[in-house]
């Protein structure tokens, strides 16, 4: 675009002589008083002038910083993420390869001197189930939010419910981790305790489990207060977004407030939604410290969400303090390897779903 | 997004909460231990030394007595590692800083095994250890030992003993004041094969207690942590039946759940009904939790610190010199003995830091050692080290260079 400008600009301006000695008077104003405010001005009115302004030629330099800078942040960040990757893949490959069980089928973890038997299969059940409950009730509960701060309240209310969302945004997550443990899981324990004590406990997946209350419905729970907030405010903006047309044209059609919602608002956000879901989910596959604080280990694999159980991020962080060897470091950089796998696999899945369905603007 | 102005108010509001917590840790370390290091030390010293064999104490309290005496040089000196002795470790630190107010001792846990890499990796002038150097090759065919050695400028690295940390076997029961257990029904427990407090073997050795027939639930160490070494050493002489396997960092409780960290652990006892679990004395004291007591065969025995350090008395010491190790005896200890203590050590080097370090970490292990310091520790959980093992690392520390 920069080499179809011309060299020079000609612009005929109509500049009155008196300007120069009035730095008052803008010479738009002048002009745009037109003859007029010439008859009326106090001044002797001398005759008007026609001056040729040559621009500057405009500098390249700028351009081609901005260029060089943006592609630059692209590349470093690229090889960021291709030298973390690489960073994991060599420190774990040592290790996997003298691995006894199978590393993604195997739910056993010994790191010792004599034995080097590591599986990850536990944590990825841990992890995924964790996150995919707290997705399942945050969002809804977030998508509702968002609507009701655009859509349903007035502005006052919004933005008070919308300043109060935010504020879960900022505390940090090991404070989440000890109310979680302290005050949270206790009180949720009779619920899990009534449903795991039901016929419901007949399903392994909801069998009595932990007789504590580090459960892993406990830390999934906590996991969904942690993403409501980073899922809420981006789908308040994407609703905010809507085109006024849509939601005119909804109307027209003779919608409810409901149907406008369902034909107008939610389709215009979906793919706006979607990506702040897997935002949401990206945390809590990762969310380290506060699941570390409240959920319990056992000893044996439990599919039940009512048992303990480590999660990928929870495992590792638990025994930093002791990777006191290379080899037992690989292990656990092994199992950090997958979670960078799962969180880059779940992005790209979500970005296929976002993009098939894109509602048009 | 209104998330900077309100980052603001909640990163103060959680700036708050985080000191405040990290506070609860280690709230009363030391610093009354300051500035009474003179007068009291002395005393204390002489009158716990008349009731053993007061010849062989007295003499070396004569020249240790005045020798404790600190000189405050200036400088700093870093220490770090085990954390099983890091609530000690704060609190002698703290109360050399403050009566110095000079000298900079700082010590950091990390773990036992970080520590000692951090030290001849010299980043540390010093680690702390649950463990004594080993001269064996670890699985990354590192000899400790040796790598010491290389660090100390061709010195050997000595392992000082200096924290006794008695271990307690917590339980959370409505109701029971007092339990009494031995080593083989806790491996049952932590094994799965006892899992009712109204079990047979529980209910003989506790015939007044009201005991309830929940479920017991174990609670364990997750991460990998000395005190669980310790405690599975322990179990294992004491219960040789009922451990199967080796005494490892890792958690040996085949039931229940884990946490991390011992305050976690503490934590869960005191907010689980029918809990049980060990942990460092200071935090089952803390949450008041009921300890239980432990007959090893000589009768049931509370845990206090004159019993834990009589169990450090009937340690069989393997000296080399200076370099001081500790084989802890869990069985056969006598009458009144607590057997489930562990000993942690101070890794130094016996020659080659630069002057001025060298100097420094002298005047604060020489300050550890004093009578009055190691008394101090008993507020802590710790118990004191018996007078004729002080002496020797006292000597010890005293020919540092």
Redesign the interface.
């Known amino acids: 675009m920069t080499n179809t400008e011309p060299k020079t600009t000609e612009a005929p301006i109509d500049v009155p002589a008196g300007a120069d000695t009035d730095p008052t008077v803008s010479p738009v104003s002048e002009k745009a008083a037109g003859g007029s405010a010439v008859a009326t001005a106090t001044e002797t009115t001398p005759p008007l002038r026609v001056t040729k302004v040559a621009m500057r030629e405009p500098s390249k330099a700028p351009d081609k910083i901005f260029s060089g800078a943006t592609l630059a942040t692209g590349i470093f960040l690229v090889a960021l993420i291709g030298a973390i990757f690489l960073f994991l893949l060599l420190t774990a490959v040592g290790p996997l390869s003298r691995n006894e069980v199978n590393f993604l089928t195997s739910t056993e973890w010994t790191v010792t001197d004599k034995r080097l038997a590591f599986g990850i299969a536990g944590m990825l059940w841990t992890t995924v189930v964790s996150s995919i409950i707290a997705m399942c009730l945050a969002v809804p509960v977030a998508i509702g939010v968002a609507l009701l701060i655009t859509h349903y309240s007035t502005p006052a209310i919004g933005r008070t419910v919308g300043f109060l969302v935010d504020l879960l945004a900022a505390v940090p997550s090991v404070v989440y981790g000890m109310w979680g443990v302290r005050v949270f899981a206790p009180v949720i324990q009779p619920f899990s305790d009534a449903v795991a004590g039901s016929w419901l406990g007949k399903i392994p997946l909801l069998a009595p489990g932990l007789q504590s209350s580090g459960t892993v419905f406990a830390a999934a729970l906590v996991l969904a207060i942690m993403i409501l907030p980073i899922v809420t405010a981006l789908s308040r903006d994407v609703f905010e977004q809507t085109p006024r047309d849509h939601i005119e044209a909804a109307w027209a059609l003779g919608a409810t407030k409901w149907e406008m919602i369902k034909t107008a608002v939610l389709p215009y956000g979906r793919s706006g939604v979607i990506a702040a879901s897997m935002l949401g989910l990206g945390r809590a596959l990762g969310e380290t410290i506060a699941v570390m604080l409240i959920l319990s280990t056992v000893r044996k694999f439990d599919w039940s969400i009512f048992s303990g159980g480590e999660t990928f991020a929870s495992k590792i962080a638990t025994n930093a303090g002791e990777l006191d060897s290379p080899t037992k470091t690989g292990a656990y950089i092994a199992a950090g390897l997958v979670l960078f796998l799962l969180t880059f696999a779940v992005n790209a899945i979500a970005r296929v779903v976002a993009a098939g369905g894109k509602a048009k603007a | 997004?209104?998330?900077n102005r309100?980052?603001q108010?909640?990163?103060l509001m959680?700036a708050g909460?985080?000191s405040l917590?990290a506070c609860g840790g280690s709230t009363e370390t030391g610093g009354t231990t300051g500035g009474q290091t003179t007068a009291a030390e002395t005393s204390t010293a002489q009158t716990s030394g008349t009731d053993t064999s007061a010849a062989e104490t007295s003499a070396s309290e004569s020249q240790g007595g005045g020798a404790v005496e600190i000189t405050c040089p200036k400088g700093k000196v870093n220490g770090g590692g085990s954390?099983a002795q890091d609530i000690a470790m704060q609190a002698l630190t703290k109360a050399y800083n403050t009566t110095c107010n000079s000298g900079q001792v700082i010590y950091t846990k990390?773990?036992s095994?970080?520590g000692i890499?951090d030290f001849y990796n010299k980043q540390l002038q010093w680690a702390g250890s649950d463990s004594a150097l080993k001269d064996k090759p670890?699985?990354?065919k590192v000899v400790e030992s040796e790598k010491v050695k290389t660090r100390c400028e061709n010195n050997p690295g000595w392992n000082l003993p200096l924290i006794v940390g008695p271990v307690a076997f917590a339980y959370n029961i409505d109701g029971v004041d007092k339990l009494v257990l031995t080593p083989k029904v806790m491996m049952e427990i932590f094994n799965g094969k006892i899992t009712t407090w109204d079990d047979a073997q529980i209910k003989a050795l506790n015939k007044d207690a009201k005991l309830p027939s929940d479920?017991i639930?174990v609670?364990y160490r997750?991460?990998?942590?000395g005190t669980t070494e310790n405690v599975a050493k322990y179990l294992k002489a004491a219960a040789p039946d009922q451990f199967t396997g080796?005494p490892?960092?890792?958690?040996f409780?085949?039931?229940?759940?884990?946490?991390?960290g011992t305050q976690?652990v503490a934590?869960?006892v005191k907010?689980?009904?029918?809990?049980f679990g060990y942990m460092e004395w200071k935090y089952a004291k803390d949450a008041q939790l009921g300890v239980a007591s432990i007959d090893n065969g000589q009768g049931a025995v509370e845990l206090t610190a004159e019993s834990a350090a009589k169990a450090m008395e009937a340690a069989e010491l393997q000296a080399d010199g200076n370099d001081l190790k500790v084989k802890l005896k869990y069985t056969d200890l006598g009458e009144g003995a607590y057997p489930m203590v562990m000993v942690t050590y101070e890794i130094v080097c016996s020659k080659g830091l630069p002057a001025e370090e060298a100097a420094l970490l002298k005047d604060f292990l020489l300050f550890a050692t004093s009578p009055d310091a190691q008394s101090k520790l008993e507020d802590q959980g710790y118990a004191p080290l018996p007078e004729s093992l002080l002496t020797k690392v006292q000597t010890a520390v005293k020919a540092m260079a």
């Not at chain 2, 409780?253 to 991390?260: I, L």
């Open positions: 997004m209104k998330i309100l980052a108010v909640a990163a959680a909460a985080l917590t954390s990390s773990g095994g970080q890499k670890n699985k990354d479920k639930n609670v997750n991460d990998e942590s080796e490892s960092k890792e958690p409780a085949k039931v229940g759940e884990g946490k991390k976690a934590d869960a907010a689980t009904k029918n809990a």
